[in-house]
Nanobody, 124 residues
Framework: DVQLQASGGGLVQSGGSLRLSCAAS????????IGWFRQAPGQEREAVSC????????YYADSVKGRFTISRGFAENTVYLQMNSLKPEDTAIYYC?????????????????WGKGTQVTVSS
């Protein structure tokens, strides 16, 4: 079975850092675009970042550029999201997703696989 397991969330003060992990199993990891989305209470889901199959291309939402970095650990079948300089507005449930189409992973439309979320809370 295909599984994506997100972890690494928690409570951190404004300006702090967290590293999220998305561990993949049940499929050939290298062949898939992996991305992160977030959803805060009462708000629409937002695409945060994604990394292409070849790792040549990465995408970041304007709201996180310069603060978040996505990377892929091929040996671990894991994609990481390093989040620095966190702000209270980064508070949300973060989800990872996988699809062969990078457009899907930047929009969330038609994504093949979703993982369960991990809560990130940034206190002011």
């Amino acid at each position: 079975d295909v599984q994506l397991q997100a972890s690494g969330g928690g409570l951190v003060q404004s300006g702090g850092s967290l590293r999220l992990s998305c561990a993949a199993s049940g499929f050939t990891f290298d062949d898939w675009v992996i991305g992160w989305f977030r959803q805060a209470p009462g708000q629409e889901r937002e695409a945060v970042s994604c990394i292409s199959r070849s790792d040549r291309d990465t995408y970041y939402a304007d709201s996180v550029k310069g603060r978040f970095t996505i990377s892929r650990g091929f040996a671990e079948n894991t994609v990481y999201l390093q989040m620095n300089s966190l702000k209270p507005e980064d508070t949300a449930i973060y989800y990872c997703a996988a699809d062969r189409d990078i457009v899907a992973v930047t929009t969330g439309d038609g994504v093949d696989y979703w993982g369960k979320g991990t809560q990130v809370t940034v206190s002011s």
